[in-house]
């Protein structure tokens, strides 16, 4: 019965690669995030969707694009892959209006490391 | 430009005792604020929230303060227990971003 899923939990790759993480919420939430968590723990929104429209995107670099198939899955490509990519990457979730204030519910996190 | 700060990244406290951690803010165009937990290896969880058009909310062993004059608010934690330990962050709600500092870790020692 988890509420906001991701795949893979670790993710070791080489730079230059490209790789994708998934991320899925049963909560029947309209918005979905992604964040990153870097090296000094600071916790940045790079994008929102909203019944699969983009409606956030913070001057995140090209080489990552999110994809929204349906309004429960959010999920992050990420293209040349490079050092600095290095972080974990959380997806959340919302509901319309938020009952305590645009409280949004996180996934587990998928730590990326690029070699 | 950090938006919001959490200015101690440690705190420690005995079992039992009051656990204050808190938060400061730039923007005055802010409308919530919202405290998170997180244990290791996890994503954070919503703890409690407060408006801003009110000064405190209180959800059990919780209270959040908000000193908007300030641009301040803390959490209390009353009594604190061991499985209090985690990492909390603040974080401000605006135009359906929330913006987070970066957390303090709390542990509290039996």
């Known amino acids: 019965d988890t509420a906001v899923s991701q795949t893979p939990k670790y993710l070791v790759t080489q730079m230059g690669n490209d790789k994708s993480i998934k991320c899925e919420q049963n909560?029947?939430?309209?918005?979905m995030y992604w964040y990153k968590q870097d090296s000094k723990k600071f916790l940045k929104i790079m994008f929102s969707?909203?019944?699969?429209?983009?409606?956030i995107n913070e001057t995140v670099p090209n080489r990552f694009s999110p994809k929204s198939p349906d309004k429960a899955h959010l999920n992050l490509h990420i293209n040349s892959l490079e050092l600095g990519d290095s972080a974990v990457y959380f997806c959340?979730?919302?509901?319309?209006?938020?009952?305590?204030?645009?409280?949004?519910?996180f996934g587990p996190g998928t730590r990326l490391t690029v070699l | 430009d950090q938006q919001v700060k959490q200015n101690s990244p440690s705190l420690s406290v005995q079992e039992g005792r009051i656990s204050i951690l808190n938060c400061d803010y730039t923007?005055?165009?802010?409308?919530?604020f919202l405290w998170y937990k997180k244990y290791p290896a996890e994503g954070p969880t919503f703890l409690i929230s407060?408006?801003?058009?009110?000064d405190k909310n209180e959800d059990g062993r919780f209270t959040v303060f908000l000193n908007k004059s300030a641009k301040h608010l803390s959490l209390h934690i009353v009594p604190s227990q061991p499985g209090d330990s985690a990492v909390y962050f603040c974080?401000?709600?605006?135009?359906?971003?929330?913006?987070f500092g970066q957390g303090t870790e709390l542990s509290v020692k039996p």
């Open positions: 923007n005055s165009m802010f409308d919530y």
């Open positions: 407060i408006s801003s058009i009110k």
């Open positions: 974080a401000a709600s605006a135009r359906g971003k929330l913006i």
């Open positions: 909560l029947g939430h309209d918005t």
């Open positions: 969707y909203n019944n699969k429209e983009l409606i």
């Open positions: 959340a979730s919302s509901p319309p209006t938020g009952v305590y204030g645009n409280e949004q519910f």
